[in-house]
């Protein structure tokens, strides 16, 4: 959703008429601030009843055009069945006949960003100058976060430990337990562990693990609140993972441990990213489990994550 603002931006100015989004209303709210659209259709799960209903409502709005950013065949056959006029995509994951128009997909691997703006290519419509993502915080956000986390004071640097995509893509929680340790002893500042959807188990391991228990919390946040946090971060030490995205276009310092896939996938320009990786043989292998003992990320070391914290921090 992050690398999709670019494209989300040229969008707006290459319309006249509404847009309207589709998806989880949870997730909307990293787009707050923006005005990329002009209504929303909340979609909560995917249980059959709910797609065919989905289905209904669009085709009695009778609209004209779709643009699917997911490569999923179920997005390409809801706009199918609603007899959405034009649908535009990439033909991947044999939906292609369901599409009107195919996006032209690139001979080499290509960023995710460019690989949404192709789109507005094939619409015809113009790039704006955001080639990079950017995120707003609210003052509702920033509010309604006062009020319930009186607590958090700056400064502190804010852990994500966690990753949806699978265990490859996770750095060690000893690991981050002796950069915490690290950073409390160092610089006396408070660490925040902010786990995602069934992740808590982890936060709690990397918290066990420590010695400086006292300067650690772990903090359950939802999409809202987690943008305001992460905003007000000294730094952000993450796994390769969809909060890195959301530090990074708030122009916070983001120190991300990259571990089995491709940078390439996720690169755009930009001073606040800041990748460490290991020399390792067999990455990237885009895999989501490992079968050779974790090498990609066990390869980075604690101290090295540590040297690059107190060049931001310097």
């Known amino acids: 959703m992050v690398m999709a603002i ?22 909307i709210h990293i787009y707050n601030g923006h005005n990329f ?11 059959l009843i ?8 669009l085709k009695r709005s009778g609209f004209k055009r779709g643009v699917l950013l997911p490569h999923s065949f179920r997005s390409a056959l809801m706009f199918f069945l609603a007899d959405v006029g034009e649908r535009v995509g990439y033909a991947r994951n044999k939906r292609g006949f369901m599409l009107t128009h195919h996006v032209a997909e ?16 094939t619409l015809g419509g113009r790039r704006t100058t955001m ?12 509010q309604i976060f006062n009020e319930k986390y009186m607590n958090i004071n700056k400064p502190y640097i804010a852990f994500i430990t966690g990753a949806q995509y699978g265990s490859s893509k996770r750095w060690p929680s000893r690991n981050f337990s002796e950069l915490a340790d690290m950073i409390i ?25 420590s010695t400086q228990k006292t300067g650690i919390e772990i903090k359950n946040m939802n999409i809202r609140e987690l943008k305001v946090c992460l905003s007000r971060a000294s730094a952000v030490v993450t796994n390769d993972t969809g909060p890195r995205h959301i530090s990074a276009a708030l122009s916070v310092p983001t120190v991300v441990l990259m571990g089995p896939m491709d940078e390439r996938y996720t690169f755009y320009p930009g001073m606040h990213t800041h990748t460490i990786s290991a020399n390792v043989p067999c990455s990237p292998c885009n895999r989501k489990k490992c079968d050779r003992d974790h090498e990609c990320l066990n390869g980075i070391r604690p101290e090295t994550v540590f040297t690059k914290l107190e060049e931001i921090l310097g």
């Open 6 to 27: 670019p494209f989300l931006s040229s969008l707006r100015t290459s319309v006249y008429g509404e847009i309207w989004g589709i998806g989880k209303s949870n997730a």
């Open 37 to 47: 659209f002009d209504r929303f259709i909340p979609i909560e799960n995917k249980n």
């Open 50 to 57: 709910t797609f065919f209903d989905t289905i209904t409502f």
């Open 185 to 209: 002893k160092t610089y006396g500042m408070k660490v925040y562990i902010l786990p995602g959807k069934g992740e808590d188990e982890l936060a709690h391991e990397v918290y066990t693990g």
């Open 131 to 142: 080639d990079a993502p950017s995120l707003i915080i609210t003052e509702d956000e920033e």
């Open 106 to 121: 690139g001979t080499v691997l290509e960023p995710t960003v460019e690989h949404y703006l192709k789109i507005i290519d």
